[in-house]
T-cell receptor, first 112, second 115 residues
Framework: AQRVTQPEKLLSVFKGAPVELKCNYS??????LFWYVQYSRQRLQLLLR??SRESIKGFTADLNKGETSFHLKKPFAQEEDSAMYYC??????????????FGKGTKLSVIP | GAVVSQHPSRVICKSGTSVKIECRSL??????MFWYRQFPKQSLMLMAT?????????EQGVEKDKFLINHASLTLSTLTVTSAHPEDSSFYIC???????????FGPGTRLTVL
């Protein structure tokens, strides 16, 4: 079965400092990975996906199959980045269905 | 982006009663909806996947007779917690997608408290 690990429950950084939120996964197939963000009192929303190789709000994430990692990075943290971040893996669950497996989340706190 | 709503946002009920939570896709047709459960400071745990017009597929360990899921139309899925007990108190979140391989859009969640 697939598993997603986010080792840090809480990460505090100063504004302007670099940010790296760690995510490791285990999956026997070809993984598809996502980062979701949940701002205070808001719903979960997609931040980025590895397949798009995009940068959203200054965040990037590279899939490293050798290290089975998908760390989220931003060179200069902003106060508005403070939120809960979840790493997720989409896997085939049978009968034509795919499902997301989430990590436990990392709360990012950007100190002004 | 697509919007998913949930109703109610918060519900408190007595032990032994049943509670129905609605999940609606407001501006798109959702062929697949997912129900998650989130305990405090924990991750989202998938409970079941429902496709319009067919029976839901439940994850291992989720009691299908206790958590009844109905996906009667392309814009509505309901989760009924039957004979609720205090241990069922949790945050229930639904998501919807237009296809099995498409982005999931999440609802705002429903906080259930069973006294």
């Amino acid at each position: 079965a697939q598993r997603v690990t986010q080792p840090e429950k809480l990460l505090s950084v100063f504004k302007g400092a670099p940010v790296e939120l760690k995510c490791n996964y285990s999956y026997s197939g070809s993984p598809e990975l996502f980062w979701y963000v949940q701002y205070s009192r808001q719903r979960l929303q997609l931040l980025l996906r590895h397949i798009s190789r995009e940068s959203i709000k200054g965040f990037t994430a590279d899939l490293n199959k050798g290290e089975t990692s998908f760390h989220l990075k931003k060179p200069f943290a902003q106060e508005e980045d403070s939120a809960m971040y979840y790493c997720a893996l989409r896997a085939y669950s049978g009968a034509g269905s795919y499902q997301l497996t989430f990590g436990k989340g990392t709360k990012l706190s950007v100190i002004p | 982006g697509a919007v998913v709503s949930q109703h109610p946002s918060r519900v408190i009920c007595k032990s032994g009663t049943s509670v129905k939570i609605e999940c609606r896709s407001l501006d798109f047709q959702a062929t697949t909806m997912f129900w998650y459960r989130q305990f405090p400071k924990q991750s989202l745990m998938l409970m079941a996947t429902s496709n319009e017009g067919s029976k839901a597929t439940y994850e291992q360990g989720v009691e299908k007779d206790k958590f009844l899921i109905n996906h009667a139309s392309l814009t509505l899925s309901t989760l009924t917690v039957t004979s609720a007990h205090p241990e069922d108190s949790s945050f229930y979140i639904c998501s919807a997608t237009t296809g099995v391989y498409n982005e999931q859009f999440f609802g705002p969640g429903t906080r259930l408290t069973v006294l």
